[in-house]
């Protein structure tokens, strides 16, 4: 088959965000937008040459196409084998259990996660290392600085490839394996799990559980793992078929895109337990009989409760959670004595710390949570551990939770969204904040004392690189914080995340709303960043 070098002009806004480059669908499609990112990974790559790549998506509008462009600059780029999911199919964490597992030399995820999905909506593209993580900073810049000044891309004149068929094919000198997409991450969870405890939770005929793949990728996951496997009574995964648009729907796990399961959970005739995932899988979100887990408590829950599952029995040996989490995980750190560390917003920033076996867990408030047997959020693993731990303890996730509040405290958690903002107006209100935190030290802020005030800079332990300007976290001595930041995965405008966490030791006061807690602080966060008159929103767009 004929290589050809085709020439092309550099588009000047691919730079990796948070998680891959995200755009909407229609920006992808124009013509060499998405050749001249994947030429740049294989030009910053050179170890492809010759090896193995992964290469799958959620199944989002554009998935196919993408999947045969890729396919064609890598057999042209002379990768010598390519994994790829039926149907073009991979959730985010068996996609790094693949890499890891065939010690490929990296991956190529499609996907835009929790953003919406269709011809109007987003599409998005990640590499992955042969960790199985996410690309480092450093090399998603050269990445970007490589899209800057590519002249041509290398591709194949060649028919399409049967994305549908298991078994091998060839592209030009490449060869091709399409494997079921479930069935090497089914076998790691066997390992991690008690699937015979879970099994006999499921069909003790006192317990009902629904899972909302939200049609998206755990769809296959769950219905496999789940009901084949764990003899969950078929109907409990629900939304299960992936569709290119989500059925309409925004693939995010979260009380309000989720609105529907939460429902299932509410009442007398509730559901025990109920979860969710996002787009690609990687995210969770667990809610118990009237009851809902904020990913924050849930990582501290996890982390206080690991031992009692085979795959963590010898204890974990560390942990880590993303600076806007709240402090949950910290006090079980403490009380295990081992370490706790506070790492910048995004996965990427978990890797080093788990390669290097500082950490065994890890997670963001923003639904995502993992340990050190992929190098990727898993929300499925997170849904078996629960499973597992209530079948270990035989209580209810709300009697687990309550005692974990009483043992250590609960740390009421709200995020407020305002998406699509003026990006403008956006930089001038964190860059006004900023220069207002020099003197916030000391102050007294509705009646709380402000003990610290910074712009959160992140110096990795283990390879010494630092990260800076990751948002700007106020502490208060009675262990409150707000902390502000700007999105890096929207593909609209701005968007401006504010974080509140207020700590309550009294285990009299540990049932209150949420929102009726935070309160006090959402108005000292107005009060300081003026958020209504600079963005012109009375509200956030999203309150989780
Ligand atoms: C958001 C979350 C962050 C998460 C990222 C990717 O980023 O806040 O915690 O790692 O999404 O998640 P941002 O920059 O928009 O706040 V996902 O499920 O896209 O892979
Ligand atoms: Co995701």
Not at 494 to 518: F, H, I, K, M, N
Request: proline share 5%.
């Amino acid at each position: 088959m004929k290589v050809l070098s085709v020439p092309t002009l550099p588009f000047p806004d691919q730079r990796p965000g948070t998680s891959g480059l995200r755009k909407k669908v229609r920006v992808f499609q124009q013509p060499h937008y998405l050749e001249n990112f994947v030429q740049a990974i294989f030009d910053c790559r050179p170890d492809l040459r010759g090896g193995t790549l992964v290469v799958g998506g959620d199944g989002r509008y554009f998935n196919r196409e993408a999947i045969q462009i890729i396919l064609r600059l890598a057999a042209a780029n002379g990768v010598a084998q390519v994994i790829l999911g039926q149907g073009g199919l991979l959730s985010t964490p068996a996609a790094s259990c693949l890499i890891r597992k065939y010690k490929c030399q990296g991956g190529i995820v499609l996907s835009a996660s929790h953003n919406p999905g269709g011809p109007e909506a987003d599409f998005g593209i990640k590499f992955n290392m042969p960790n199985g993580g996410p690309a480092p900073e450093g090399v998603t810049d050269a990445i970007f600085a490589r899209t800057r000044e590519i002249q041509s891309f290398h591709t194949l004149e060649s028919a399409d490839i049967d994305l549908d068929i298991q078994g091998t094919a060839r592209l030009g000198e490449m060869l091709i394996e399409v494997v079921d997409p479930v069935e090497d991450y089914a076998k790691l969870m066997r390992k991690l799990f008690d699937f015979q405890a879970i099994h006999q939770l499921f069909n003790s005929g006192l317990f009902r559980a629904r899972f909302d793949a939200m049609h998206a990728i755990t769809g296959p996951y769950a219905l496999s793992i789940l009901e084949q496997e764990l003899g969950a009574e078929p109907g409990t995964v629900i939304n299960a078929v992936p569709l290119p648009d989500f059925g309409g729907g925004h693939p995010d796990p979260n009380l309000v895109h989720a609105h529907e399961l939460v429902q299932l959970t509410q009442g007398r005739r509730g559901v025990d337990f109920a979860a969710a995932s996002d787009g690609d899988g990687d995210r969770n979100m667990i809610l118990g009989k009237n009851c809902f887990v904020t990913p924050s408590d849930s990582l501290a829950v996890l982390a206080a409760n690991a031992h009692r599952l085979p795959g963590y029995r010898d204890g974990i040996r560390g942990v880590a959670r993303s600076m806007p989490t709240s402090q949950a995980v910290d006090r079980v750190a403490e009380h295990l004595g081992i370490e706790c560390y506070e790492t910048p917003t995004g996965w990427k920033y978990f890797g080093n710390l788990l390669d290097a076996g500082k950490i065994s867990l890890c997670g963001e408030e923003s639904f995502g949570t993992g340990s050190d047997h992929v190098r990727e959020k898993d929300g499925l693993w997170a849904v078996l551990f629960w499973l597992n731990l209530l079948a270990v303890r035989q209580q209810s996730v709300e009697q687990i939770l309550q005692k974990h509040w009483r043992q250590f405290g609960r740390h009421y958690y709200s995020r407020h969204d305002y998406e699509g903002i003026d990006s403008q107006a956006a930089e001038a209100l964190i860059q006004w904040l900023r220069d207002q935190l020099r003197g916030l030290p000391g102050r007294e802020l509705d009646g709380r004392r402000v003990s610290y005030a910074d712009d959160f800079a992140y110096l990795d332990p283990v390879d010494g690189s630092r990260s800076e300007h990751q948002g700007l976290r106020i502490g208060f001595a009675d262990g409150a914080r707000i902390v502000y930041r700007l999105s890096g995965t929207g593909t609209e405008g701005a968007t401006l995340r504010l974080y509140l966490e207020s700590y309550e030791a009294d285990p009299a006061a540990q049932l209150l709303e949420t929102q009726a807690v935070t309160q006090p602080l959402y108005r000292i966060a107005e009060g300081l960043a003026q958020i209504s008159a600079r963005t012109g929103r009375s509200q956030a767009d999203v309150i989780t």
